[in-house]
C-alpha cells in the first residue's frame, strides 16, 4: 500500500516511520525548509535556539517506549525535573535541539521537504495528492497532519467531509524573541526555564543551560493573551515591544543579535475527544495535536494512533 503523509511533523514522522516499519510504501511531503514543524531550532552564528517546543514530559507507556530508544540514541536528554521547584518528573529535550528528534526521525524514510500540497483529490483506486510543482502523487490512502485549519482547506478543495464540530477547533498564537547573549549575567536561574514569569511571558529557556548552545541564548515565549492582541502588528513593532518586556530579565546581560518569530497555529485550544479521525472509508485519516493532546506526546500518539487506523 501507498501511503502519502502530509506533514513532516512528530505526529507525521511518527505515523511514517510506524508504516514503513510495516513495509509499506511511504513518502513525506513538508513545505517547511526542513523537517520538525513546531520542534523548530535555529542556529544565529555559535547560538542554538529552540524556538518551538522546548521541552517534553512523558506519561503514557507507549510514548515511553519511543523516548527510550531516543535516549539510548543520544538524541534527547533529561533537562530537569522542574522549574520552579522539583516535582519529580522528568523534562527532556532534543540534545542538539527539538529538531534533531525530527531530523532522528526521518532518517530512512522518503521525506521531502519544501513541497507545499495544495490539493487533494479521491480516485477510482485512491487519491491524487498534487504539490505546488504541479505533480499529481498517486496513493491508496493519505494521512494529513497539519493544524486542522490547514487540513481543512486541502479537503474542502478535494470535496471530503470533514465533521463540522472539528472545522470550530482553533489554535491559540505564540510570537516569540531569540536573544543571544554576551554573557550569563541574566535573570534566567538555573535550571534554565520559567514558566509564567510575569504578565507577558508563558515561558522563557536559556538554551545553553538546557544544554543545546555554545553560547549564551534565551528563547521568550508571550502567552495566548498578548500574542493575540499584538499578533497583526508589523514584526519591527512586534520585535521592539518583545525587547521591552525581555529587559527585566536580561540582568546585566547585553543582547548580540535577536529575532522575533510568529507561530500562527501553535497549540490547541480544544482538542478532539478521539486520539485521530478517519474518513467512513477508510482511505484518509487526520492526526496531530489537536487530536491526542496539545503537546508533543500528544502529537507523537495521534500519528502512531492514525497510523494503526489506516492499516486496519
Ligand atoms: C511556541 C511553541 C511552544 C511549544 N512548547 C511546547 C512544549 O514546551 N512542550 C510540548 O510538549 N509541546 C510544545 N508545543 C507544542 C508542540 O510543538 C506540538 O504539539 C507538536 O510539535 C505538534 O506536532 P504535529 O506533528 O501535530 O504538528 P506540526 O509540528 O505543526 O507539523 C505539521 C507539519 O505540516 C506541515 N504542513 C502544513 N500544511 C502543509 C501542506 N499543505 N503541505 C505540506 N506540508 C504542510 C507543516 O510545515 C508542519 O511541518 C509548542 C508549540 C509551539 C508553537
Redesign the pocket.
Known amino acids: 500500500m501507498r501511503v502519502i503523509v ?7 514522522l511518527m505515523a511514517a516511520q510506524s508504516l514503513s516499519d510495516d513495509r509499506h510504501d511511504v513518502i513525506v ?4 525548509r526542513g523537517v ?4 523548530a531550532t535555529r542556529r544565529i552564528g555559535d547560538a542554538t535556539l529552540d524556538h ?5 514530559t512523558v506519561r503514557s507507556e507507549e510514548f515511553a517506549s519511543h523516548v527510550t530508544t531516543w535516549l539510548e540514541a543520544g538524541v534527547v536528554h533529561e533537562w530537569c525535573r522542574g522549574f520552579d521547584s522539583e516535582d519529580g518528573h522528568p523534562r527532556y529535550a532534543g540534545s542538539k535541539g527539538m529538531s534533531g528528534i525530527a531530523k532522528h526521525l526521518a532518517q530512512g524514510l522518503d521525506v521531502r521537504t519544501n ?4 490539493s487533494l483529490e479521491r480516485t477510482a483506486t485512491g487519491y491524487n495528492v498534487i504539490t505546488d510543482d504541479g505533480v499529481a502523487h498517486a496513493c491508496d490512502k493519505v494521512l494529513l ?3 486542522i485549519p ?1 487540513s481543512f482547506s ?1 479537503m474542502f478543495g478535494g470535496a471530503i467531509e470533514m465533521p463540522d464540530e472539528m472545522r470550530t477547533i482553533d489554535y491559540d498564537r ?1 510570537l ?1 524573541l531569540l536573544a543571544v547573549l554576551d554573557s550569563a549575567n541574566h535573570n534566567v536561574k538555573s535550571p534554565g526555564g520559567m514558566q509564567n514569569p510575569d504578565d507577558v511571558f508563558s515561558f522563557i529557556g536559556d538554551n545553553s543551560a538546557k544544554g543545546i548552545s555554545a553560547t549564551h541564548a534565551l528563547t521568550f ?1 508571550a502567552n495566548p493573551e498578548w500574542s493575540r492582541t499584538h499578533f497583526d502588528l508589523e514584526l519591527d513593532e512586534i520585535h521592539s515591544l518583545l525587547l521591552t518586556a525581555a529587559r527585566p530579565w536580561l540582568g546585566d546581560a547585553q543582547i548580540l543579535e535577536s529575532q522575533p518569530k510568529k ?1 500562527r ?3 490547541p485550544r480544544t482538542t478532539w475527544p478521539e486520539p485521530f479521525w478517519i474518513d467512513p472509508s477508510g482511505t484518509l485519516a487526520l492526526a ?2 489537536a487530536f491526542a493532546g ?6 507523537a500518539l495521534s ?1 502512531l494512533a492514525a497510523a494503526r487506523a489506516l492499516t486496519n
Request: aromatic share 14%; glycine share 24%.
Open positions: 502530509v506533514g513532516a511533523g512528530l505526529s507525521g511531503f513538508d513545505k517547511g520538525g514543524g513546531r520542534l518551538g517546543a522546548q521541552f517534553f513541497a507545499l500540497v495544495f497532519t497539519a493544524p490547514q486541502l505564540t516569540g515565549h507561530w497555529f501553535a497549540t496531530g495535536d496539545p503537546k508533543m506526546e500528544g502529537a500519528g
